[in-house]
């Protein structure tokens, strides 16, 4: 069975760090692309960061550009967001998520998805 | 960013009825489309990928169309589990985007 599983979520204030991991289990994690979505609180979904299954491609969000970063170890079956310089509009549950490998394509929906862990960032 | 718009932004409907949703997308994403569920204080959940591609699992009353600019998600009989909000996602570019949502709530 596949899962996902955030932590590292909390409070923290502005301009403080965190470090987001997703434990990943029931597949070969290292064959897989992955993905960071977040969700404020009683808004919609929004994409953060993308890395390729190797690790040597990455992507982020325009939001978050220069402040996160997103890394993996494929060793260790985990994902990773570090958070820093951190806002309050970057309250939200982190999603992290599985990319479905579809017809060939390099791109793909999302398939699994973790039960997220909230980021509050507040004085 | 290809920016994503669905419509309407909420909609009241009753068991047994049909439901349509409508994504656009600001430029032509082929059919690099999915279709997502969610309820509340849980994950999204992947209805429908490649624009009209059923997710294994997913009740055949749930179906998608459209390509290039526009698409619908289409719910051909309503069932209570099915009132949540739904979000149309393209992955047609690296910088993926969703739409703002469409909530399904009980008339």
């Known amino acids: 069975e596949v899962q996902l599983v955030e932590s590292g979520g909390g409070l923290v204030q502005p301009g403080g760090s965190l470090r987001l991991s997703c434990a990943a289990s029931?597949?070969?994690?290292?064959?897989?692309?992955m993905n960071w979505v977040r969700q404020a609180p009683g808004k919609g979904l929004e994409w953060v960061s993308y890395?390729?299954?190797?690790?040597?491609?990455?992507y982020y969000a325009d939001s978050v550009k220069g402040r996160f970063t997103i890394s993996r170890d494929n060793a260790k079956n985990s994902l990773y967001l570090q958070m820093n310089s951190l806002r309050a509009e970057d309250t939200a549950v982190y999603y992290c998520?599985?990319?479905?490998?579809?017809?060939?394509?390099?791109?793909?929906?999302?398939?699994?998805w973790g039960q997220g862990t909230l980021v509050t960032v507040s004085s | 960013a290809i920016r994503m718009t669905q419509s309407p932004s909420s909609l009241s409907a009753s068991t047994g009825d049909r439901v349509t949703i409508t994504c656009r997308a600001s430029?032509?994403?082929?059919?690099?489309l999915a279709w997502y569920q969610q309820k509340p204080g849980k994950a999204p959940k992947l209805l429908i990928y490649?624009?009209?591609t059923l997710q294994s699992g997913v009740p055949s009353r749930f179906s998608g169309s459209g390509s290039g600019t526009d698409f619908t998600l289409t719910i051909s009989c309503l069932q209570s589990e099915d009132f949540a909000t739904y979000y149309c996602?393209?992955?047609?570019?690296?910088?993926?985007?969703f739409g703002q949502g469409t909530k399904v709530e009980i008339k």
């Open positions: 996602q393209q992955y047609y570019s690296y910088l993926r985007t």
């Open positions: 430029q032509g994403i082929s059919s690099y």
């Open positions: 490649a624009a009209s």
């Open positions: 890395i390729s299954s190797s690790g040597s491609t990455i």
């Open positions: 998520a599985r990319e479905y490998d579809s017809s060939g394509y390099p791109l793909g929906p999302f398939d699994y």
């Open positions: 029931g597949f070969t994690f290292s064959s897989y692309e």
